[in-house]
């Protein structure tokens, strides 16, 4: 099969197809025939490689691209929690808490691959992964609207479990991925949201659930600290803005930042801590049973070929996107 790797660092001229073999899925594992994956900032930096050098991927002969993933179910390896012949519907969903349904060979799911050193990434036919990385895909969704859930979802709601605010929180970048996706979880466990996005987003964001809305700009902490006198309890920092918005929290509050090195210091007693983010099929099955009922809004850019990768990278990196942009093999 062919899939899009590196074996050097630099812009998008270094993305390049490389013909590979079809892997086989082991114990508790299952292959997926990609139908999407999408395209997060991740993916720019370990091409790049800003990752390498800040430490986060050992240096490798070659590098898969590609966290998100919906397809569908190929084949399973062999596990007693798993079941490789036909019968439930595809789709179906976990049991009971604590109980997973097995999953069949042609269930439409999605999935994450948080293994980010591995030399196959979603930018491929084919993937395996373990089982405990996949879930169900969100009913009535596109394959590319699926896409888009697994890495930014799952990056919200593990960031909004290091909080333990019942007050209010500050959601930068609110009109991103994973700020939008904060946004509605945080309003969805009925937390007061202030959020911080370009003037032109204000409506959208709002849609999301935001209760109050700051332009982005110079002076943030003063102009949130002006409609929450005193500070926020909780920011959630997913613009990388550093100590602006710690600024914006009250003393003893608790702050969570989104990347390697983004944390601020922990001003005020303000208990800094950084999101890092891990497969979690679980999870990712109540995430999109949210995105079903509409709690989380699935937003595409754009879909493109996976031959043109390096197209869609060059838009992402231009700024600006509403949503993910999305490859299809």
Known sequence: MRAMVIRRFGGPEVLEFAEVPVPEPGPGQVRI?????AVNPVDLATRSGA??????????????????VAGEIDAIGGDAGLAAGPGEARGSRPGPPGERAPFQVGDAVIGLRDRIASPLGAYAGYIVLDSAAVAPAPTGASPA??????????????ALDLVETTGTVL???AAGAVGGYAVALAHARKLRVVAVAAEADEAQVRAFGADEFVPRGPALADRVRAVVPGGVDAALDTALLGLDALDAVRGGGEFVAFAAGAAPIPLRGIRVRGVWIRADGERLAELARLAENGTL??????????????????RLAAGGLRGRLVLTP
């Open 171 to 173: 959601v930068t970048g």
């Open 33 to 37: 025939r990609v139908a999407a994956a």
């Open 297 to 314: 809004p699935l937003r595409v850019a754009g879909v493109r070929p996976l031959a043109e990768a390096a197209i869609a990278h060059e």
């Open 145 to 158: 609207e699926a896409a888009t859930l697994p890495l930014n979802s799952l990056t919200a709601a593990q």
């Open 51 to 68: 990752l390498t050098a800040a430490g986060v991927i050992p240096p490798r002969a070659v590098l898969g691209l590609g966290w998100d």
